[in-house]
């Protein structure tokens, strides 16, 4: 390997993303509320993967760069949102609700052969890549006894959510990908359940949280 003088290094990036956000409320009934929202949302990249510092390998059967990618975009996820609520009384309610999320601009490593030196090396770095459908529904019931027992025990009092999440993603097969797969991290089933006590300055809560399977990483 022939070295040259040092070279400094430089990229640029940056973005910028409107994020709208549109709430309604019905009131079909007194106690009885339906809801409709849409936003979009962002979450930015890994610093990790913006670090643009280049890495070569240089085995003579083996020529890599390994860098980071500085003009990397955030993920970005449309939301739609809807759902009912039934409020049975002052403290207690049921509540079903629908949620789905296109979420797209998830980065994957991509492997390119480049020209480099006069010869042909293997360039990896993240790119925005992929896309994923995020849908689920969440059901809550909150109940507390105020009206049904008498004192003191008017302030016990109960709680459930429970929350069920799929997805769909898909890679575009005209792209290399290092992984060779794509999926969404993080999603999975979760749900808890509480009995409690809340009455003038004395508060007592017992809870049980349950998260199901997930994928942490590929």
Known sequence: ?????????????????????????????????????????????????????????????????????????????????????????????????????????????????????????SLSEPINLNSANIYGEERTFNVQFTHLLPAPFNGLGMAFNYTHVSSSANLNPGTIAASGKFAVPGIGDSANHSGYYEKGPWQVRLAYNLRGKYLESI
């Not at 409020?87 to 999320?101: G, H, P, V």
């Open 1 to 121: 390997v022939a070295y040259g003088p040092l070279q400094p290094q430089s990229a640029r990036g940056g973005y910028h993303k409107w994020l709208p956000s549109l709430n309604f409320k019905l009131d079909l009934l007194d106690n009885l509320v339906y809801r409709l929202a849409f936003s979009e949302t962002l979450t930015p990249p890994t610093l990790n993967n913006l670090y643009y510092n280049q890495s070569f390998g240089t085995r003579p059967e083996s020529l890599t760069i390994s860098q980071g990618n500085p003009n990397l975009q955030p993920y970005t996820s449309t939301n739609y949102d809807t759902g009912f609520e039934w409020y049975i009384n002052d403290s207690s309610y049921l509540a079903l609700e629908t949620f789905y999320k296109k979420v797209s601009n998830f980065s994957t490593i991509v492997s390119t052969p480049v020209q480099f030196l006069g010869q042909t090396w």
